[in-house]
T-cell receptor, first 111, second 115 residues
Framework: GNSVTQMEGPVTLSEEAFLTINCTYT??????LFWYVQYPGEGLQLLLK?????DKGSNKGFEATYRKETTSFHLEKGSVQVSDSAVYFC??????????FGSGTKLNVKP | DAGITQSPRYKITETGRQVTLMCHQT?????MFWYRQDLGHGLRLIYY???????DKGEVPDGYVVSRSKTENFPLTLESATRSQTSVYFC??????????????FGEGSRLTVL
């Protein structure tokens, strides 16, 4: 079946620290991979995506590379800010618009 | 305003009552979804719809009913609410077919408490 596993949180970092949130997936075929972000009190919004192996998605300083050989899509940012504090969800999209989400990782960034 | 809107944003009800959560989108997206968000479970799909009058079960459909008589609306009904249905509910939409960019667009969520 299809599933997404991401590291448990919360992750607490100081401002300007390096961020990695691990995400691995199980899927048949060739899924598209996504990172969504949820700020407090809001719905999820797309952060970045990659549609095929070796693609790199990037947005707002965040990056993630679609690694088929390790079935991973780890989220990274070189220097986090307080405003990056949010919950991050890894997701995959399979046939017919079926999305599978990870359980979410809460990021707290302290000044 | 264009977008996807949910109502009510907050609802408190009692066990056994019927509750309907509304979802409206202005993009004419063909696909619409209902998710529930619970601590430790992330987002779980309740129901989805590929077009008007076409709906299908997701991962956790028991206790919920949906309808889609118009493309833009996708209401979710809890026919007899239970405490285990206390959750935050998110509606989402996306394009379909060859134009599908793969992105899901989410509403702001409806927080439901069942006493």
């Amino acid at each position: 079946g299809n599933s997404v596993t991401q590291m448990e949180g919360p992750v607490t970092l100081s401002e300007e620290a390096f961020l990695t949130i691990n995400c691995t997936y199980t899927a048949t075929g060739y899924p598209s991979l996504f990172w969504y972000v949820q700020y407090p009190g809001e719905g999820l919004q797309l952060l970045l995506k990659a549609t095929k192996a070796d693609d790199k998605g990037s947005n707002k300083g965040f990056e993630a590379t679609y690694r088929k050989e390790t079935t991973s899509f780890h989220l990274e940012k070189g220097s986090v800010q307080v405003s990056d504090s949010a919950v991050y969800f890894c997701a995959l999209r399979h046939n017919f618009n079926k999305f599978y989400f990870g359980s979410g990782t809460k990021l707290n960034v302290k000044p | 305003d264009a977008g996807i809107t949910q109502s009510p944003r907050y609802k408190i009800t009692e066990t056994g009552r019927q509750v309907t959560l509304m979802c409206h989108q202005t993009w004419s997206h063909s696909y619409m979804f209902w998710y529930r968000q619970d601590l430790g479970h992330g987002l779980r799909l309740i129901y989805y719809s590929a077009a008007a009058d076409i709906t299908d079960k997701g991962e956790v459909p028991d206790g919920y009913v949906v309808s889609r008589s118009k493309t833009e609306n996708f209401p979710l009904t809890l026919e007899s609410a239970t405490r285990s249905q206390t959750s935050v509910y998110f509606c989402a939409s996306s394009t379909g077919g060859s134009a599908n960019t793969g992105e899901l667009f989410f509403g702001e969520g409806s927080r439901l408490t069942v006493l």
